[in-house]
């Protein structure tokens, strides 16, 4: 059975850090890219990174690029998520996800967690 379970979620100041943790199992992870998406209310859900299975060359959406970083731990199982510099537009559900290709698509995606909520507020 395939898991993706998300955690590191909570409120934060503009300007302050969370760490994102993303534990995937039931399917081979060391093979996969593993993304981060997310999705605020009303709006669509958007890529925000991505870093492929081989050598890690991460991508980033150009609104998260400088601030976030994107990592993963294959003895772990395990992808990150670091926000520095948050701003009240980052507050959204974040996903993880897991696809066979490295993309900013969402259709391209096999495997989703149920997600860990964010919110930027003074």
């Known amino acids: 059975q395939v898991q993706l379970v998300e955690s590191g979620g909570g409120v934060v100041q503009p300007g302050g850090s969370l760490r994102l943790s993303c534990v995937a199992s039931g399917f081979e992870f060391g093979y996969y890219a593993m993304g981060w998406f997310r999705q605020a209310p009303g709006k669509e859900r958007e890529f925000v990174a991505v870093v492929s299975w081989g050598r890690p060359n991460p991508y980033y959406a150009d609104s998260v690029k400088g601030r976030f970083t994107i990592s993963r731990d294959n003895s772990k199982n395990t992808i990150y998520l670091q926000m520095d510099s948050l701003k009240p537009e980052d507050t959204a559900v974040y996903y993880c996800?897991?696809?066979?290709?490295?993309?900013?698509?969402?259709?391209?995606?096999?495997?989703w967690g149920q997600g860990t909520q964010v919110t930027v507020v003074s």
């Open positions: 996800a897991g696809g066979s290709s490295v993309s900013r698509q969402i259709s391209e995606y096999d495997y």
